[in-house]
C-alpha cells in the first residue's frame, strides 16, 4: 500500500518487492494483523504462480490519470492476490496442524480401554482396590482426552471457516469479471481433499460406532457393501473394523454420484447435454495439441455453464438420500437427523470439488483402485495403508480413492501425472 502512496504522490520509485509486509488473518471473526514475508511462499500449482511484473510510473503524478492506468489495475489486482496467497498459506499450515492433532487423540480415544458403562451389571466381579482405582483413572483420562478432541475438531473447523473464505477471495481476484485460466493450487485441492476425508471418518466414528445388531442384517440391508469387498460381512460384524467399510461406501457414492462425472453436480439435463458435446469435442484427443484444445474447451465451457447454471439442489439431495438409505440399517432411530445433515455437508464438499474438476484445465479424476477387488496388489505409489503397516497384505478393502492430476493449468503435458491424495486402504484380513 505505500507504494501505492508513493505513486500517488509523484514518487520517482517504482514498485518492487518489499522485504515484509503486512498481512491479514482472520481470527475468531476478527481481524488480525500478522507480519509475514511478502514472496508468496504457498505449495503452487507447476504453473500457476503470477509473475511480479514492474510497472512503469505514468508520465504526470494525476491521480485520475493513475486510477484509469490498466497497469495500475493490474498491479493492484497482483498485490491482492499475493496477499490472499500468504494468508492461505498460513491457515493451510494450521489446518495440518489440527488434522494431526485429530488424528494423535482419536487414536488414544480408541485405545482408551473398556468403559464403566460397557460392563454387563450382571456380572459379580471382586476386584482390588488399585485396579479399581486405576480404571478409575484411565476412565478419567479418555473423558479427557475426548474432551480435547471436540475442542481441536472446533478449532479446525473455524479454520476451515476461514480458509475458504481465502479461497473465495481469491477465485474474485481472478475472475476479474470475465473468463480466465481458472487455476487452484496443488495444496488448496489436497487441503480439500483431505478435509472431505477426515468429514467422511467423523461420520463414521461418531454416527456408525454403535454396539452391532444382536440379530443379523438383512440381505437387502448388506447389499449396498456387497461390491465394495469380497469381505464385507466380516467387516460389518466387527464393531473395530465397520467404520471402515461405511467410509468406504460413502466415497464409493460421492463418486458414482458426483465425482466420476463432475457434471451432475449442473442437474441431469445440462449434464446429459454437456457429456455429449464433451464426447464430441473430444474426439480423438490422442496428440499433445488435441488435448490442449480440448480441455481448454472443457474448462472455459465448465466455467459458463456452473456460473450460469449453478449446482442443482435436488441432485445433491439425491446423494444425501442414496447414502442415508444404505446406512439406515445401522444408525439408530435417534441419531438418523444428525447423519443426514453430516452427509449433506461432505456432499456439499463433493459438489465443489466437483466444480474445480470441471472448470479447470488441468484433468482432475478419482482412481479407484478396486475395480477388480478379488486381486489387488498393494501399490506404496498410489496408496496409504491406514494400518500404516510396514509390509502390508493384499488390498482387502479401499476406504476412499485417489486423487490424481493429468496436465497442468496451461493445457500441457496430460500424457504425465502426479498423484495429489493417494488411495486409502485396508490391507489386513477383520476377523470372522
Known sequence: MQRIMNMLSGSNSIPGNDSFSTSRVRDQGQDKPKETHATDI??????????????????????????????????????????????????????????????????????????????????????????????????????????????????????????QAAVDQLMVLRSNKGLGNFVVEDGDMVIQWKNLQFDIRDIAVQHIARPVPDEPLSLDAVQPFKPLSMLYKSFLQSKAYRRHIVQALIWDHLCRDILLVPTKIWGPEISDLAESLSRTVAGESNTEQSATDYHSWRAQTGQIIHNTAGTDEKTLESAVRNIGRALRPLVGDGHRQELKDSLKEVVTKAAELASIFSKSRSHYICRDIMENFAAVAYDDDLMQDVRQANRPAPVRLMLSPALVKYGNSKGKNYDKSIVLAKAVVFCCRPPK
Open 42 to 163: 504457498g505449495h503452487r500449482d507447476d504453473d500457476a504462480s503470477a509473475s511480479s511484473s514492474v510497472i512503469a510510473q505514468p508520465a504526470r503524478s494525476d491521480p485520475n490519470r493513475l486510477f484509469q492506468d490498466p497497469q495500475f489495475h493490474q498491479y493492484v489486482k497482483q498485490e491482492a492476490t499475493k496477499m490472499s496467497h500468504r494468508d492461505m498459506q498460513l491457515l493451510r499450515d494450521q489446518i495440518q496442524v489440527q488434522n494431526a492433532r485429530i488424528v494423535e487423540l482419536e487414536a488414544a480415544a480408541d485405545g482408551g480401554g473398556q468403559s464403566p458403562s460397557n460392563i454387563d451389571a450382571r456380572t459379580h466381579v471382586v476386584m482390588p482396590k488399585e485396579e479399581v482405582h486405576k480404571m478409575k483413572e484411565r476412565q478419567r483420562d479418555l473423558d479427557a482426552t475426548k474432551e480435547a478432541l471436540a475442542d481441536e475438531k472446533a478449532l479446525r473447523e473455524e479454520l476451515n471457516t476461514s480458509y
